[in-house]
């Protein structure tokens, strides 16, 4: 099995280690636009080979588009004009709607899974790919009925091969669901970390002071917005619903704090305790 990744970042790459690691792939073929990220790739082992697209739809059997979720709009289409026979083409975008609306009419569509894997870190790049990111989490099969089942059976062995559990969702449902789990969260830390360092200037104290609460409310902050931006520019009317949700949220804790109604800040904070039933 030969495939092909387009876009050796952290997802990309990552998933070249364990495709390759578990024998799914028997060559792992890395196409990427920064020549510097390609070299790290093919230096680091994460990738067998690099080469141009054209080069790589020609030999792959399955197409794996890593990059971020802007180009995979302008590449899918491409790709899908390109491809013969059985050859397959996944995407890993933080985005559904606009990326299936790419390729809706497409003669090729069939061949195309689209598919979310929910796992990442804050770091992007090939050295930031690592082994077992996908163990255990979940990837989004998203509107898969438009998907020929051949196509749809082989993305599955590969993300079992990953050992990932399956969760179908339609486009709109993925992208209102993602600005909830996944996009607000990155919002208030870009936020917190910027409330913080514009507040307090000395570095020294925040690195000296900065226990686990802090430090895990920032992590997300480190995310690079190269990735990031697309992301909110695809799914801006449903991140701009959420955030004004969580901006109400907010502005209740300030009013309460105002009227020094501890009493109902307790019961607030109970009700947001409720999360650990959830996520244990
Ligand atoms: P990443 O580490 O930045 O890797 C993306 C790679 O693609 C970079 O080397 C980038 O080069 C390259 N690239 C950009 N445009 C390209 C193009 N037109 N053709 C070929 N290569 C191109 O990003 P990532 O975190 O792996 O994210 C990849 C995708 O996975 C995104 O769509 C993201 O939404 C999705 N995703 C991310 C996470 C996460 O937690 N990070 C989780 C799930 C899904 P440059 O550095 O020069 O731009």
């Known amino acids: 099995m030969k495939i092909a990744i387009v876009g050796i970042g952290l997802i990309g790459g990552s998933m070249a280690i364990s495709l390759k690691a578990n024998g799914f792939a028997t060559q792992i073929i890395g196409v990427d636009k920064n020549k510097t990220n390609a070299q790290k790739a093919l230096d680091i082992h994460l990738v067998d080979v690099i080469m141009s697209l054209d080069e790589a739809i020609e030999c792959a059997d399955i197409i794996i588009l890593s990059t971020p979720v802007s180009a995979m709009t302008a590449l899918l289409p491409v790709i899908l004009n390109k491809i013969k026979g059985n050859q397959i083409v996944l995407d890993v975008g933080s985005t559904k709607e606009m990326i299936l609306k790419s390729v809706e009419n497409h003669t090729n569509r069939g061949q195309f899974v689209a598919t979310h894997p929910m796992a990442g870190t804050e770091f ?19 509107d898969i009925e438009k998907t020929n089942p051949k196509a749809h059976q082989m993305a599955e062995k590969l993300y079992k091969a990953l050992k990932m559990g399956i969760v179908y969702l339609d486009g709109k449902a993925h992208d209102i669901h993602t600005a909830y789990i996944s996009h607000i969260s990155h919002i208030s830390s870009f936020a917190l970390a910027l409330t913080v360092l514009e507040k307090e200037q000395d570095e020294k104290r925040i690195f000296e002071l900065a226990s686990g609460g802090f430090r895990s409310s920032v992590r997300l902050a480190k ?10 520019e695809q799914n801006r009317d449903n991140v701009l619903d959420v955030l004004d949700e969580h901006i109400n949220t907010l502005a209740k804790f300030r009013s309460l704090l105002i009227k020094k109604n501890f009493t109902e800040f307790y019961r607030l904070i ?11």
């Open 270 to 280: 109970e009700e947001a305790n409720d999360i650990q039933r959830i996520l244990k």
């Open 223 to 232: 995310s690079s917005p190269d990735m990031w931006i697309p992301i909110f």
């Open 124 to 142: 992007s790049g090939p050295e930031a790919a690592i082994p077992n990111l996908f163990d255990g989490k979940c990837t989004v099969f998203v």
